[in-house]
């Protein structure tokens, strides 16, 4: 137990029991035959006797915690190899991806979006067009300074460097505070999810990949998390509902260059919001796909590229980012215990069952890429074309 929860409990315990000390007393209060509105007192409500319940009860004495709010921003395909890594050399600024937007990166808690381009050590991969991707890790500086906080790496550029490149990868990024989903040593941690508090808000979550190698999905292996795998996919996000306050599934998965999702694409993440995730995002067609709401929540199956270097069409070059704006009313749920220090039932605290974070809007924020690396916010008419194309009339989504 924290030493903040031990005092919490010893305050609500010293408070019942100067409580109870004073209804000892009632024969010599002057009070003495008048309720407790007319002594100007608040009733104490009854408890069953244990620990746990006293300070449930003593809770309900004070006013409630306020709503507490955060926001994220999702985005899509980030690649900084290739033309992409030509351009920040030439340059000579390792953030010149993320400047033009740079406002909106730092309007919100935190960023996640899905790395397609493993980092290196060393120079990487400067323009040509190769399929095989590496980054050199200095231009990921931009990542660590614009505040992204978790980033997918289950996709089909994950092993472009081998299995080394890989490891690189996940340490560069654990060495800068970037949480990571979709790949490990194994599958058990490519599976494994990961989590980002934001304002006491607990945002969790786990990403797969329609491939484990660029070979279009024929090749598995034990490093890379796929989506067919709905079995492991239930079990990680079951196991997260009783912990976290908002759970997000991501994919890399549909077919490229499309408006519409695959049936791959829609089994996971109508699979995923059945389990129990609050919503899904996708990424890998290049394209901005179309949105669906499924059961009361929002499946975005591709936001397309966010900084890459295709600018051989209109298509290509467009791109979606989510602003995510969640609330949460009473105290903060981590860390549940019970009055013997253990930990309490799953999906309660001391205070009862947890409670969920609220969507509170979706903001839809297309983006034009330029100058083959760097995004920046659309304009009115471009943000229009742009949502026109996917169904939408509105840049702002409320539930």
Avoid at 210 to 233: C, P, Q
Wanted: one cysteine or more.
């Amino acid at each position: 137990m924290s030493k903040k929860s031990f005092l919490k409990i010893f305050i609500s315990i010293a408070f019942v029991l100067a409580a109870a000390f004073g209804l000892w007393q009632h024969g010599l209060d002057p009070y003495a035959g008048q309720g407790p509105r007319e002594k100007g007192l608040t009733e104490l409500p009854e408890s069953n006797g244990s620990l746990e319940n006293y300070y449930q009860r003593s809770q309900e004495l004070t006013p409630q915690n306020s709503p507490a709010t955060a926001s994220f921003l999702a985005v899509g395909d980030i690649m900084l190899s290739r033309s992409v890594a030509g351009a920040i050399r030439k340059s000579a600024d390792n953030e010149l991806p993320f400047r033009d937007m740079a406002d909106i990166l730092k309007s919100v808690n935190f960023s996640f979006g899905n790395l397609e381009s493993p980092l290196s050590p060393g120079s990487g991969i400067v323009g040509g067009h190769s399929l095989a991707f590496a980054a050199p890790a200095d231009y990921a500086q931009g990542l660590v300074d614009f505040n992204f906080k978790i980033l997918n790496l289950a996709n089909n550029h994950a092993l472009d460097q081998g299995i080394s490149g890989l490891d690189y990868t996940m340490q560069y990024l654990d060495r800068n505070g970037i949480r990571h989903v979709g790949t490990g040593d194994n599958l058990k941690e490519a599976w494994q999810p990961a989590a980002v508090d934001a304002n006491g808000i607990k945002i969790c979550f786990a990403g797969a990949s329609y491939a484990s190698v660029n070979d279009n999905g024929k090749t598995a292996n034990n490093y890379v998390a796929r989506i067919e795998n709905l079995s492991s996919l239930k079990s990680e996000i079951s196991s997260l509902k009783s912990s976290c306050d908002f759970v997000v599934a991501t994919m890399h998965a549909g077919t490229e260059y499309t408006r519409q999702p695959s049936e791959a694409q829609i089994n996971f993440a109508r699979a995923a919001i059945d389990d129990g995730a609050d919503l899904v995002i996708g990424g890998h067609p290049h394209w901005v796909q179309t949105v669906e709401k499924y059961r009361g929540k929002y499946i975005f199956y591709s936001l397309g590229n966010f900084i890459f270097d295709q600018e051989w069409s209109r298509d290509t070059k467009e791109g979606l980012a989510l602003k995510i704006t969640l609330s949460k009313s009473g105290a903060p749920a981590a860390g549940p215990q019970n009055q013997n220090g253990n930990q309490a039932a799953p999906g309660t605290t001391l205070q009862g069952p947890r409670i969920a974070a609220k969507l509170d809007a979706i903001e839809l924020i297309p983006v034009i890429i330029e100058n083959y690396s760097t995004p920046r916010p659309a304009t009115a008419d471009e943000t229009k074309s742009i949502l026109k194309k996917i169904g939408q009339t509105n840049a702002i989504i409320k539930p």
